[in-house]
């Protein structure tokens, strides 16, 4: 009882339980804390992936339900959401960040490029590419590959599109590149993989998408992504990364159903 008291009021308030040695996670529903409207990430509707990795986790962890916080993917959304102990999990999280405590990456990934097949593009597989001068490209500010499209001298061209949008508010920057590439706003776009893979399959119209794996100098392309949790969680991160380590040819079954290209440790796609 007198544990429970000290617990910060805002997480009895949320019904979180007490994990492992007395860690902030609850222990019959998973509580995930996520963007409503980021396809193909997350959205209100269940339809993202990581809304069913989410339930797939539930399942094999013997969670009774997935609930959620939602906020949108803005400064502020750790804050506002796992450090509130408003829930437990984010579901997608680059590996290394320093606002959470990493699990194990459950998949890597690289930025692509996107262009209409037949437009004098096709064979480009790097930024570096002379076929890339003069084309009006698609980027968003803030992002690797803008750094390597300044060093190609791409930049006087481009396009660039804001890091981050309140989605409440502002279709996903994703979508709408895409859209302006279909529609001929701009002859190319740089987006990151699955992002690039879930909207150019969308689209429905003749797009190639290639995963920049071959860039030679600048910003690094690839990236491992994990799930993100709290430093105290210690025991939650464990038992996450045993359902990663136990699922991850279903885990990749999933994200390949949703045209993410996936990587392994030496830059090869991942087709099954």
């Known amino acids: 009882m007198a544990l429970a008291c000290a617990l910060p009021a805002a997480a009895l308030a949320q019904g979180a339980g007490l994990g492992a040695q007395g ?46 916080t939602w906020f949108p993917m803005v400064t502020g959304f ?16 680059a590996q290394g960040d320093e606002l959470v405590q ?8 690289t930025y692509a490029l996107v262009f209409k097949k037949g437009s004098g593009l096709d064979g480009v597989d790097t930024l570096e590419d002379p076929k890339l001068a003069g084309k009006k490209i ?9 750094t390597n ?9 481009a396009k660039a599109y804001p890091l981050f949008v309140d989605s409440r508010s502002t279709p996903p920057m994703g979508e709408v590149m895409v859209k302006d590439l279909v529609d001929g706003t701009i002859d190319a776009a740089v987006l990151w993989g699955p992002i690039a893979g879930y909207y150019a399959h969308k689209a429905n119209a003749d ?42 040819d279903e885990i990749n079954k999933l994200l390949l159903g949703y045209h993410v290209p996936l990587l392994d440790e030496r830059d090869n796609l991942i087709t099954q």
């Open 23 to 68: 860690e902030l996670v609850d222990r019959d529903v998973l509580r995930v804390c996520a963007d409503p409207a980021n396809m193909p990430f997350s959205n209100q509707n269940g339809e993202g992936f990581e809304n069913k990795l989410a339930e797939m986790a539930a399942a094999k962890l013997g969670r009774k339900s997935v609930s959620y």
């Open 78 to 93: 750790v804050r506002n959401t796992l450090g509130a102990n408003r829930c437990d999990v984010i579901i997608g999280f």
């Open 102 to 109: 990493n699990t194990n990456p459950y998949y890597r990934s």
């Open 138 to 146: 698609g980027v968003v500010g803030g992002t690797p590959p803008a």
């Open 149 to 157: 499209m300044a060093e190609a001298k791409l930049m006087d061209n």
């Open 207 to 248: 797009l190639v998408v290639v995963p920049l794996v071959k860039e030679k100098s600048g910003s690094r392309m690839a990236y491992r992504i994990t799930m993100g949790v709290r430093p105290s969680d210690q025991e939650w991160k464990r038992s996450l990364n045993r359902f990663i380590q136990e699922n991850q």
